[in-house]
């Protein structure tokens, strides 16, 4: 027997000693879950409930792209999942459509609510009340490639905590050859830019969308214009290779595993990438800076809830307690190398002597998410404002009209 199917044979007995006592038979309903195709161990926390508990929960994976039409038609049909792993993004949207079971009592009861991951918290509220709790979470902060960090001279124990720190590293890293590279950005990806590129206005001060979320500030918000010129002097400077500008997501994070990139905007989900496909990768984490110094990320991820028109809410709720509770947090999120959903549990074992999967996880402490009903159409879609502003800005340069037109595109969908 491996070492992982004892741990998980051992922290089954432990629940089923301890903290999930066995419903009665006929008490045990049979519960469904939808989760969107992500790279999480949502299996592992099935097959662990299963195995201590009456209520069994059958799991079904939706690809991405299909999981917010899906979701939306089976509620509408009446026939909607007991629980819902969401893209926290799209859970305002779902909230404010009467779509998902108001789990505010349930929350409030929770002695650790407070330490739960607080971007993933806000977008699970609508109207003062809760309706989601976090599940997997994610956050953005900069990778860097130590071995380069040295050969250029740099300090790779005190990485950037600037923007103009950032710069002198990334120029003296493309010293050092004509396929070596200070940075790399995917920039025909809206959803990787707005990840990796707004916190940067965040830790600035700036943001992109009122404090109220209700509109749009690009145009009277200086840090927003200076950070459009940081990364047009990126490109303008040739720090970046000239594929970055085409690249649709699909190299977000492998270019940074290829050894010849300085540095990159990344999140956890590529740590274990590097880590197992390319364990001869030096690679150093640190979290994203504002101009002046700060820092923040973009708190990224699912959260789970449970589907309006559910008839066990009460057990779904039962197995999302469970979820959060410390064992599994521990022994099935912290020991895959994903980020518990409760803060104080970032330093835990198998965190401890990693330091880049220790800071990695408190970016999720700094961390942000738009709060808003048409997200997908202001930062994620490939047609969207978001893109044709990044790119109007930073590969053209013409950083005047790029904010017009983000400014005007923004409030004509936030009005419409």
């Known amino acids: 027997m491996s070492v992982r199917k004892a741990m998980v044979i051992l922290l089954a007995l ?33 097959d662990t409930w299963n195995a201590n508990n009456e209520s069994q929960i059958e799991l079904t994976v939706i690809p991405s792209g299909e999981f917010v039409t899906k979701m939306g038609a089976a ?16 859970t305002p949207a779902f909230a404010s459509a009467g779509q998902l079971v108001d789990i505010t009592d349930f929350v409030k009861e929770l002695p650790y609510v407070d330490s739960l991951t607080p971007a993933h918290m806000e977008l699970g509220m609508y109207e003062g009340r809760n309706y989601a709790v976090p599940t997997a979470v994610d956050g953005s902060f900069i990778v860097y490639n130590i071995d380069l960090f040295e050969q250029a001279g740099l300090d790779a124990e005190n990485p950037p905590a600037t923007w103009d720190e950032m710069l002198e590293a990334m120029r003296a890293i493309n010293e050092l050859g004509d396929d070596i590279y200070g940075y790399w ?4 990806c809206a959803g990787c830019n707005a990840f990796t ?34 990364y047009n002097t990126i490109w303008e400077e040739g720090l970046v290779p000239e594929g970055a500008s085409i690249d649709n997501g699909s190299n977000f994070a492998s270019a940074f595993a290829a050894g010849n990139i300085g540095m990159a905007g990344t999140g956890n989900f590529a ?23 700060g820092a923040a990320s973009f708190g990224g991820g699912d959260v789970i809830a449970i589907p309006a028109g ?43 002597g990693d330091e880049r999967q220790s800071t990695a996880a408190s970016a999720l402490a700094v961390g942000h ?34 904010i017009a037109l983000g400014q005007e595109r923004f409030t004509q969908i936030m009005e419409g």
Not at 83 to 88: E, G, K, N, R, T
Not at 185 to 188: A, D, I, Q, V
Not at 376 to 387: E, Q
């Open 197 to 230: 590129f707004l916190p940067f206005i965040w830790a600035s001060g700036g943001d992109v969308l009122s404090d109220d979320y209700s509109q749009a500030t690009i145009a009277e918000d200086p840090i927003v214009r200076e950070a459009l010129a940081f």
């Open 185 to 188: 950005f995917s920039m025909n």
């Open 369 to 402: 998410t738009p709060y808003t009903t048409v997200y997908n159409d202001l930062f994620n879609d490939p047609n969207g404002p978001w893109l044709e502003m990044l790119q109007i800005a930073i590969l053209d340069g013409d950083i005047d009209d790029a």
């Open 14 to 46: 432990a629940l089923c000693l301890g903290a999930l006592p066995l419903a009665a038979q006929d008490e045990a309903p049979q519960l469904s879950m939808w989760v969107r195709s992500i790279n999480f161990q949502t299996q592992e926390l099935v």
């Open 75 to 90: 509620i509408a049909a009446g026939d909607p999942p007991d629980i819902a792993s969401i893209d926290l993004i799209y």
């Open 310 to 352: 559910t008839e066990h809410a009460e057990e779904a709720w039962r197995f999302i307690e469970w979820t959060m509770s410390e064992e599994p947090q521990i022994e099935i999120y912290a020991a895959n190398g994903q980020i518990p959903l409760r803060l104080e549990l970032v330093d835990n074992p198998y965190f401890e």
């Open 271 to 293: 740590l274990s990438l590097y880590q197992n496909d390319h364990p001869d990768l030096n690679f150093g984490v640190f979290h994203i800076p504002g101009k002046e110094g």
